[in-house]
Nanobody, 121 residues
C-alpha cells in the first residue's frame, strides 16, 4: 500500500523557518510527481509547489524565493523547506504524489495526513 507520512509542522515566529517532510512507502518519490498544498479554514486548498522528474520545480508566486521543494531519494522522503515565514503562511500543509502527471492533481494522488504550520508572534 502506497502512503505518505507527514511530519515537521509547528509554531514559528514571523521570519522564521520550518522544514516539512513526508516519508513515502510503497513507491519511490523520485519516480513520481510530488507536490505541497496548503489549506486555511474557509478557503480552498491552495497549491504551493511541485516537482517532477526529480529536478523540475514550480512554485506559487506567494512562496517563490522563500520555499524549496526537494527530495532525498535514498531515504525516500520529500521535503518543503520554508524560510522567511509570514502570517499568511499559516495553514495545514499537505504533501501529495502522483505518477504520470507533472503535479499531483487527480483523485488517484497519494496524500499525506497534513502538518499544521502556525506563524505567530
Amino acid at each position: 500500500q502506497s502512503q505518505l507520512v507527514a511530519s515537521g509542522g509547528g509554531l514559528v515566529q514571523p521570519g522564521g523557518s520550518l522544514t516539512l517532510s513526508c516519508a513515502a512507502s510503497g513507491f519511490g518519490v523520485d519516480h513520481y510527481a510530488i507536490g505541497w498544498f496548503r489549506q486555511v479554514p474557509g478557503k480552498e486548498r491552495e497549491w504551493i509547489s511541485c516537482m517532477h522528474s526529480s529536478v523540475s520545480t514550480t512554485y506559487a508566486d506567494s512562496v517563490k524565493g522563500r520555499f524549496t521543494i526537494f527530495i532525498d531519494d535514498a531515504k525516500n522522503v520529500m521535503y518543503l523547506r520554508m524560510n522567511d515565514l509570514n502570517l499568511e503562511d499559516t495553514g495545514l500543509y499537505y504533501c501529495a504524489a502522483e505518477f504520470g502527471l507533472p503535479c499531483p492533481a487527480s483523485a488517484a494522488a497519494i496524500w499525506g495526513q497534513g502538518s499544521q504550520v502556525t506563524v505567530s508572534s
